[in-house]
């Protein structure tokens, strides 16, 4: 079954922010040997997706980054 990555980005004010570069890491809390790094893609306004290949059961958790543009600096990180 296909799996995908999806977030929304939005102002204070509820407006979505658009035009970011965003990349996301998915690893295991235990180890970097699966890591799996992914670009997001901006479908509708504020709305990045990236399709992922099948995943193991189990934990996992996601590093993401967004910028302006890729040579700007990082404008938000979380990793969760």
């Given at each position: ?58 934990n996992w958790q996601v590093a ?17």
């Open positions: 079954q296909p799996q995908s990555i999806l977030l929304r980005i939005a102002e204070s004010d509820g407006r979505p922010v658009r035009s970011l570069k965003i990349s996301a890491v998915l690893g295991r809390p235990s180890t970097h040997r699966h890591d799996l790094a992914v670009k997001l893609v901006e479908g509708e306004p504020g709305a990045y997706t990236a399709a992922l290949p099948s995943l193991p059961p189990g993401i980054e967004a910028a302006r543009s890729v040579s700007d600096d990082v404008i938000f990180r979380e990793r969760r």
